[in-house]
């Protein structure tokens, strides 16, 4: 990977100006941004066969140091591979343009989609949609988990933070302390020795979480940007996490959603192409309108642009730092301790009845068995909602 901060030149083809390679880079976020259904994963397989074997950007070694990088640090993975790309084809303007290409088609639809929901949200078509969509999230959740979960857990420690993540979670303990602590005792822990080397074992003092007291204040729009930059700047892992971060703050904490709020925003966001982070868009707007749905969105993701832009330039120092590595090991794991508790809670509101156990028990055959992409399975299941509605 190029060093210097700039755009790698050898494999970016000099003898294309920058305006050029700018339009190169808006053209195909855009349409990633309109194609890539199903998820992180989905979208960094698609942006691999785009950039490294149609258009050769960057080769296969740069592609998975940014890959690396970016599960080094808090935020969506595939923006900020789209972010990371950019850059390396046009600079800073690149940076810029392929984020903002990436996300912009899902933030659009997804305001779209949540004026229709708080116009219409409220009448039995939309409610037997949502019926049926739910159960599959909750499906497509759980495989997440146990997919990004067996790369997490990596021993025996990271399995004990991972547990004890998930039973602080029960017991309302602050998700973000959770986070941080996790991540710093298999940090230290995995560190010890060079600790020892040093005469510094005595920091390995477990790191106790104190409960965080549940509040409610009214709404505002200082506070929704407050939330979302927050999230935006400490969740780790799959886009999936963002549930527990939510569910915190904006269903336990502020009291401004309810549980099937949240899970017909998560619902909405994957219904459509591009960043599951979208589903901050939706709530936003469900909050604050349309003022709402911007600020919410803008508080996510800058984070992101921020964070890629600062360390472009030592890329490779953090990818081969032992104490980043153990820290996101604790961080990974604790992430999904805190994404298995709030799929408790939400499963719970989900499940109602025969029906909505039956069609997470299909989708779960036809996730895992004959790996359809989720987005039909999505679809299928608002079918057999709106059937049921219809006619039963």
């Known amino acids: ?212 007291a549940a509040y409610t204040i009214p709404f505002s729009s200082a506070m929704l940007f407050l939330k979302f930059l927050k999230i935006g700047s400490v969740l780790y892992g799959s886009g999936y996490v963002l549930l527990a971060f939510l569910h915190a703050d904006f269903v336990t904490g502020l009291g401004w959603l309810t549980d099937r709020q949240l899970i017909d925003a998560v619902a909405v966001g994957q219904l459509t192409p591009g960043p599951v982070f979208t589903t901050a868009t939706f709530i936003g707007y469900i909050l604050g309108g349309a003022t709402g749905s911007v600020i919410a969105t803008v508080g996510i993701f800058l984070p992101s642009f921020i964070i890629v832009a600062i360390i472009s330039r030592f890329v490779p120092r953090l990818r081969n730092s032992p104490w980043a590595a153990g820290l996101l090991d604790g961080v990974n794991v604790a992430s999904l301790g805190l994404m298995a508790t709030v799929t408790w809670y939400i499963g719970k509101a989900t499940f109602v009845d025969p029906l909505t156990v039956i069609i997470a028990v299909i989708s779960a055959v036809l996730l895992l068995r004959f790996r359809i992409n989720t987005t039909w399975i999505i679809f299928g299941g608002a079918a057999a909602g709106f059937i049921k509605g219809m006619f039963f």
Not at 47 to 56: F, L
Not at 80 to 106: D, K, Q, T, W
Not at 196 to 204: M, T, V
């Open 1 to 212: 990977m190029n060093n210097t901060g700039g755009p790698n030149e050898q494999s970016a083809h000099p003898t294309n100006p920058v305006s050029k390679r700018l339009v190169e880079v808006t053209a195909l976020f855009l349409k990633l941004g309109l194609t890539a259904f199903g998820g992180p994963a989905a979208h960094i397989a698609i942006m691999h066969t785009e950039v490294v074997k149609r258009r050769r950007w960057v080769d296969d070694r740069e592609f998975l140091d940014l890959l690396g990088v970016t599960n080094l640090i808090p935020g969506p993975n595939s923006t900020e591979m789209a972010i990371h790309i950019g850059y390396l084809r046009a600079g800073y303007p690149g940076l810029i343009l392929g984020g903002i290409c990436f996300m912009l088609p899902a933030v659009l639809i997804t305001m779209a989609l949540a004026w229709v929901y708080v116009s219409y949200g409220a009448t039995p078509e939309a409610g037997w949609l949502l019926y049926g969509v739910k159960p599959v999230i909750i499906v497509v959740i759980l495989q997440a988990l146990w997919g990004l979960g067996k790369k997490a857990v990596k021993g025996p420690l990271t399995a004990a933070v991972g547990l004890i993540v998930i039973a602080g979670g029960f017991i309302d303990i602050n998700q973000l302390l959770l986070l941080v602590s996790g991540g710093l005792i298999v940090m230290l822990l995995e560190n010890r020795q060079r600790l020892k080397d040093r005469g510094l074992y005595a920091l390995l003092v477990p790191v106790l979480p104190v409960s965080g």
